[in-house]
């Protein structure tokens, strides 16, 4: 399983903070992304921004970037400071 975590304005606009999703060989962060936004027009909406971040094992990678059984993959804006 790989668990897959949303924070800020994600969160609320998706209306769901986390899931639990199988892992399947040669999963990375793209394909998942593609799963994701096939929920639904919301989900393909929210998550095509291009300034959308993502962390595995809380470690910022790219899309590229291969998942295991066991990974967190979060997705997150970006942060702003002041």
């Known amino acids: 399983m790989?668990?897959?975590?949303?924070?800020?304005?994600?969160?609320?606009?998706?209306?769901t903070s986390e899931l639990?999703?199988?892992s399947s060989?040669?999963?990375?962060?793209?394909?998942?992304l593609r799963n994701l936004k096939a929920r639904d027009q919301n989900w393909q909406r929210v998550l095509s921004g291009?300034?959308?971040l993502v962390a595995v094992n809380q470690t910022i990678c790219n899309?590229?970037?291969a998942l295991q059984?066991?990974?967190e993959v979060?997705?997150?804006?970006?942060v702003t400071g002041g």
């Open 50 to 52: 291009n300034t959308l």
């Open 69 to 71: 059984s066991g990974d």
């Open 25 to 32: 060989e040669n999963c990375n962060i793209e394909t998942l």
């Open 63 to 65: 899309d590229n970037s």
């Open 20 to 22: 639990h999703l199988p």
């Open 2 to 15: 790989i668990k897959v975590l949303f924070f800020a304005q994600l969160r609320e606009q998706l209306t």
């Open 74 to 78: 979060a997705f997150f804006p970006p």
